[in-house]
């Protein structure tokens, strides 16, 4: 596929998929942006074909293959797209390819966020916080990290950063969609947590416990929060357009959560979002984000989950 062909794929992907995300990346600057956004595609492709979907729509009816086999294929083609072979291979792979080699992306990175997707295929739970924070880092920290790789990012500590502004997303994503994930079968709240409140993985979908799953998205979203202060300084070290970009994101995601907290039980029958005016307010605070750098260097906190090395 030509380059041109790919980045125009890339970008319907983008749009499809994720309208907060899509409306940060624009402000990179352009070549920053499509790589971005090839990445963004490869991601999103992964996700589809493990959950039977497209751009994030609802679960199709048949014609899926068996998630274990779509695990093995999705493995297989990243290998080939690591290798530059995508020639027959669905678009996202020679995506991939185009942005491992323009910026040397680790082959352990991708190898980590599709063990991540197998996860979900396998229908894990998660006893503890720390076992959660396992499966963030796989399916949303890595990415953090190898988006950092594309915006020129090497040093440890910047890396950390960004891998925590992935965790601190999939804990708002967490928080907003439990309802909708229980509803589907899949809980990933901790079950220490749902024991404490008296509630077994199904009572996630029921309205009768808007209460009690109030109090555990609020517990979340206080998780994050730790998480988004990390990643805030963090963004300080990127480059301007990116720290705009990235800030921008940083706030629009924070506030899902924030309004989460705020509506309590009566967020339990709708999913929590950002109106086009919220985004353009935090792309003014994007705008503050990157153009004052506080020059702090405040150590990363200790008791914050650490992506492994």
């Not at 779509?70 to 678009?91: K, S, Y």
């Not at 947590?193 to 799953?213: K, Q, S």
Request: some cysteine; hydrophobic content about 45%; aromatic content about 8%.
């Amino acid at each position: 596929m030509a380059e041109t062909d790919l980045s125009a794929f890339a970008s319907a992907s983008i749009a499809r998929g994720s309208k907060s995300f899509a409306a940060a990346s624009r402000l990179f600057d352009a070549r920053t942006r499509e790589s971005v956004v090839l990445l963004y595609a490869w991601c999103r492709h992964c996700d589809d074909v493990v959950d039977g979907q497209e751009a994030g729509s609802p679960m199709r009816a048949g014609g899926s293959r068996p998630a274990a086999e779509a695990i093995e294929a999705l493995r297989r083609d990243t290998a080939l797209a690591f290798e530059g072979c995508t020639r027959g291979l669905h678009p996202a792979f020679a995506a991939l390819g185009e942005v491992v080699r323009r910026h040397g992306i680790d082959r352990s990175l991708a190898q980590e966020h599709l063990a991540g997707f197998a996860m979900d295929a396998e229908g894990r739970t998660y006893r503890t916080l720390d076992d959660l924070m396992l499966y963030c880092w796989r399916v949303a920290g890595v990415v953090g990290v190898m988006m950092a790789r594309i915006m020129g990012v090497s040093d440890e500590e910047t890396l950390d950063r960004a891998a925590d502004l992935g965790l601190a997303f999939q804990l708002t994503n967490i928080a907003r969609d439990m309802v909708d994930d229980a509803k589907a079968g899949r809980v990933y709240v901790p079950t220490d947590w749902l024991r404490a409140e008296g509630m077994c993985p199904h009572d996630l979908a029921d309205a009768a416990f808007a209460a009690p799953i109030a109090r555990l998205r609020k517990r979340l979203v206080d998780e994050a929060e730790h998480y988004y202060g990390s990643a805030r300084l963090g963004i300080d070290a990127l480059p301007r357009r990116c720290a705009w970009a990235v800030g921008t994101a940083w706030g629009v995601y924070r506030m899902i959560g924030l309004k989460l907290v705020e509506k309590g039980a009566d967020a339990f029958s709708y999913r929590v979002s950002t109106g086009r005016a919220e985004k353009i307010g935090q792309i003014a605070g994007g705008t503050r984000i990157a153009l004052w750098r506080g020059g702090r260097t405040v150590p990363r906190p200790a008791h914050l989950w650490t992506r492994p090395r």
